[in-house]
């Protein structure tokens, strides 16, 4: 089964058409013929909307694992955005993580780590790292750079990375050490001890398996929280 073939299985089973595509995704109708017969792939923003629309997640469409789920509104108006700089005050519910602009966390072939700059501050909601389980005192934000976990992380994207959370569990995104170079990827466990290093973008960057005695040399950083991208 390819991702025509579950884009198909999900209209069935919404019974939708291609209009309703169409007019949720704004993509032409024949945009969408081309998706539904396997010709184009979806990606980008547009990846994001058809998911929605099919109430799938994006590598369960693009690679058929992990599970399908619904989608329900999780975003309410909360007024503009105010600007601030280094001299603004936090708010009573704000904190600051460390920013690290000198280490980036490679999703293509590696970056080697280089010495970590405590100079600029993101700043998140006390309330909102609380109901994400993160403690901010085990949190930093860092650069992605390269192209394999396109279309979800662009290259430039800046993820939040959990380093108490270093357990793995199936299918969640880590940042990791692996033998000097950070990067960041999908984790699944294998039987004998060993893992599966997943991308994005995995026609470029196909699954790298590492058996038990392989994968003493990754060490998982910890869990990718929050990633945010600017278009």
């Known amino acids: 089964m390819d991702i025509s073939?579950?884009?198909?299985?999900?209209?069935?089973?919404?019974g939708l058409k291609g209009v309703d595509l169409t007019k949720a995704t704004g993509v032409s109708s024949g945009g969408v013929s081309q998706?539904?017969?396997?010709?184009?792939?979806?990606?980008?923003?547009?990846?994001?909307?058809?998911c929605k629309v099919l109430q799938c997640q994006p590598d369960w469409l693009l690679y058929g694992e992990d599970r399908t789920v619904s989608y329900e509104p999780n975003a309410e108006w909360a007024g503009a955005i105010e600007p601030w700089g280094n001299g603004t005050a936090l708010g009573e519910d704000e904190v600051e993580l460390?920013?690290?602009?000198?280490?980036?966390?490679?999703?293509?072939?590696?970056?080697?780590?280089?010495?970590?700059?405590?100079?600029?501050k993101l700043r998140f909601a006390k309330s909102t790292l609380k109901r994400s389980g993160v403690d901010p005192s085990h949190a930093a934000c860092v650069k992605v750079r390269g192209?394999?976990?396109e279309p979800v992380l662009p290259d430039g994207a800046t993820v939040g990375v959990d380093t108490a959370s270093n357990t793995i569990k199936d299918g969640e995104m880590y940042a990791i050490d692996h033998d000097g170079m950070l990067r960041v990827k999908l984790i699944y466990r294998?039987?004998?001890?060993?893992?599966?290093?997943?991308?994005?973008?995995?026609?470029?960057?196909?699954?790298?398996?590492?058996?038990w005695e392989e994968s003493r040399n990754i060490r998982v950083i910890g869990r990718v929280f929050w990633y945010s991208v600017l278009r």
């Open 5 to 14: 073939d579950r884009i198909k299985q999900r209209m069935k089973a919404l």
């Open 147 to 149: 192209t394999s976990m």
């Open 35 to 50: 998706w539904v017969n396997g010709i184009t792939k979806p990606n980008g923003e547009k990846l994001i909307a058809l």
């Open 98 to 120: 460390p920013f690290y602009t000198e280490v980036e966390v490679s999703a293509g072939m590696g970056a080697h780590a280089v010495r970590e700059n405590h100079g600029p």
């Open 190 to 211: 294998i039987p004998g001890g060993g893992i599966r290093l997943k991308s994005f973008n995995s026609e470029e960057y196909p699954d790298e398996k590492y058996g």
